[in-house]
């Protein structure tokens, strides 16, 4: 069962307490008695001693999940959505939730595993992120090392850079889109359906591909 946005938050404010600032418990002062506390209580995620209140282990996880959501939204604001710094944390607790599994992962993936938020805080690792890991150097490479008429589908695209970043989501580059390398001198170009583009060695190398014959990788 889906919780309400108010347990989320406070499900969200003890995970980071209790695994960033070491605080095994809060005391949950004026807020007793209050429905989102019970909703938590009744659903397994929290336990409530007198006035401390502390996370479970089911609570840890799903307060993981919620800051993991909350700190993707915020880098997707800042990063893709352009939105000004000081909206970009009262937007994103509204816009985390609406994330789900499979379009959390497809925007982490999108945005190149990002490792931090805006703010600097670390982002929880997900499955897509340990997933990259496994295939860094075995089927997946940035597109300027890949040989010429060797394709894929692109896997994430890795820059910091916003207008490099929207740049190539113009030109159709997005995660499991099939991508084909073309030409690699005097330019990197590159084909996506029936459309070739040119671009530089520092955009080609933010492009990763997921190859499909990842043997005939060029070795630099």
């Known amino acids: 069962m889906k919780l309400s946005d108010n347990a989320e938050e406070i499900l969200e404010t003890l995970w980071v307490r209790a695994e960033e600032e070491k605080q095994a418990s809060t005391d949950v002062g004026i807020a007793k008695g209050e429905p989102a ?11 409530l001693i007198k006035d401390q209140i502390s996370l ?4 840890k996880k799903e307060g993981r999940l919620i800051v993991r959501r909350h700190r993707l939204a915020e880098r997707l604001s800042a990063d ?7 909206l970009v944390h009262p937007i994103s607790c509204r816009f985390e939730h609406l994330l789900h599994e499979g379009l959390e992962e497809n925007i982490c993936i999108l945005l190149g595993h990002p490792k931090f938020c805006p703010h600097g805080k670390p982002i929880p690792e997900g499955e897509c992120c ?4 496994e295939n860094i150097g075995k089927t997946v490479s940035a597109l300027d090392r890949l040989d010429v008429n060797q394709k894929g589908k692109i896997a994430y695209i890795h820059t910091k850079d916003r207008d490099k970043l ?6 159709g580059v997005l995660p499991g889109i099939t991508i084909n ?15 070739q583009f040119a ?7 933010s492009i990763y591909v997921r190859l499909s014959r990842p043997e005939t990788l060029h070795k630099r």
């Open 37 to 47: 506390i019970d909703e938590l209580c009744k659903s397994g995620y929290v336990k």
């Open 56 to 59: 479970t282990e089911k609570g």
């Open 80 to 86: 893709i959505l352009d939105v000004k710094k000081k």
């Open 130 to 133: 340990r997933k990259s890991k």
């Open 166 to 171: 929207q740049k190539l989501m113009a030109m």
């Open 181 to 195: 390398s073309i030409q690699k001198y005097p330019s990197y170009v590159f084909q996506i359906g029936q459309s």
């Open 199 to 205: 671009i530089d060695k520092e955009l080609a190398s």
